[in-house]
């Protein structure tokens, strides 16, 4: 499997993650890092809690991390949730319904993962 098949595997912008990091090593070095990182995993387990403070910063870093590696979608629902529990800003979802929000994020999280073990195991 090639990166990009990586990519077109999970439905995601691999030309975006190659405009941002310039070189096709790099997208392959970060893409494998994405498992490790904990952003996705901290944001989950701050929905448990509901800790608004965790949540924006978890997000905000998930939505800039995910965004640089062209993961378009977990982005744009970090985005989501960034922007519901921005400081000063009055929240729109309710509590079920992030924790629902949350969900979807893991899901997609979880097959983005799986699809990179793949491809890390392929190019062994």
Known sequence: MTLQELYQS??????????V??????????????PQNGLIEAMVAAGETMDATQLFESAHAAKGNCGNLGLTRLSSMASEITEEFRPGHPRTM???????????????????VEAIHTYEASTL
């Open 94 to 112: 309710r509590d079920d319904a992030v924790r629902e929000k949350l969900g979807e994020i893991d899901a997609l999280y979880r097959k983005t």
């Open 10 to 19: 999970i439905g995601e912008d691999y030309e975006q993650a190659l405009r």
């Open 21 to 34: 990091l310039r070189i096709e090593k790099l997208v392959d070095k970060h893409i494998r890092k994405l």
